[in-house]
């Protein structure tokens, strides 16, 4: 009977970790691409920033005030896998702040992610002019 209460301390707290493992991990996935759609406006900055363990490209997008004379809103996204220069949304993204032409920009919105670098929940997925 001994040996049973002593699996017991052992089995119920790791039953326990794997439980809240199992409810994070579908968390993450039940709120991933929570949200999709576009938006235009002019791509005002493109940088890559974060740690050296971490890296991921920040851009801000300067949206069409509905006044004249209004401030721009400014939208910031990011973009997966940014550390490859030549990835082909990063050029057109480089390309389109040093043109200043009205883009739209296709994104996805994750929420709630518990390990991601950026502070932005916009993911930039497709450029078009």
């Known amino acids: 009977m001994a040996l049973d209460k002593k699996k017991l301390f052992i089995v119920v707290p790791v039953a326990l970790v794997v439980l809240f493992?199992?409810?994070?991990?579908?968390?993450v996935w039940w709120y991933r691409g929570y949200s999709k759609g576009s938006r235009t406006g002019v791509v005002r900055k493109v940088s890559i920033?974060?740690?050296?363990?971490c890296k991921y490209l920040s851009g801000e997008l300067a949206l069409q005030g509905g006044q004249p004379g209004q401030p721009p809103e400014i939208w910031e996204f990011s973009i997966e896998g940014a550390?490859?220069?030549?990835n082909p949304l990063v050029v057109n993204l480089k390309l389109a702040e040093k043109s200043g032409e009205r883009v739209t920009l296709t994104y996805r919105q994750d929420l709630h992610s518990l390990f991601r670098c950026t502070?932005?929940?916009y993911f930039v997925n497709n450029l078009e002019k």
Do not use: V
Request: glycine residues 6%.
């Open 21 to 27: 493992i199992l409810a994070q991990l579908t968390r």
């Open 49 to 53: 920033k974060g740690p050296p363990y």
């Open 83 to 86: 550390d490859d220069e030549t």
């Open 119 to 121: 502070p932005s929940e």
